[in-house]
């Protein structure tokens, strides 16, 4: 059975970096475009960011433009989140999540496989 797993989260200071990673397993993503979401406390979940199955495109919120990247490693079946100068505002339960397609685009109902999310907290 497919399953995505979350690692890297954790309590930062505003201005500081993180690096989430998504691991694969069950079967492989290589041809699936992948993305992260996040939900903060009493909010939608929302697009963070998706990259293309090769890794070749990427699109991001604007939000977090110029701050985040994302990244896969196809032959570890793995996309990583770099988050540098982290705000307060990122503060969220983050999410990996894995079309069924090699594009795709910013809405929740392109993902079918989601992975259990992970804490990010950023104080100020």
């Known amino acids: 059975q497919a399953q995505l797993v979350e690692s890297g989260g954790g309590l930062v200071q505003a201005g500081g970096s993180l690096r989430l990673s998504c691991a694969a397993s069950g079967r492989t993503f290589s041809t699936n475009a992948m993305s992260w979401f996040r939900q903060a406390p009493g909010k939608e979940r929302e697009f963070v960011g998706v990259?293309?199955?090769?890794?070749?495109?990427?699109d991001y919120t604007d939000s977090v433009k110029g701050r985040f990247t994302i990244s896969r490693d196809n032959d570890k079946n793995t996309m990583y989140l770099q988050m540098n100068n982290l705000k307060p505002e990122d503060t969220a339960v983050y999410y990996c999540?894995?079309?069924?397609?090699?594009?795709?685009?910013?809405?929740?109902?392109?993902?079918?496989?989601w992975g259990q999310g992970i804490q990010v907290t950023v104080s100020s």
């Open positions: 990259i293309s199955y090769s890794g070749g495109n990427a």
């Open positions: 999540a894995a079309s069924s397609y090699r594009y795709a685009g910013r809405g929740l109902h392109e993902y079918a496989y």
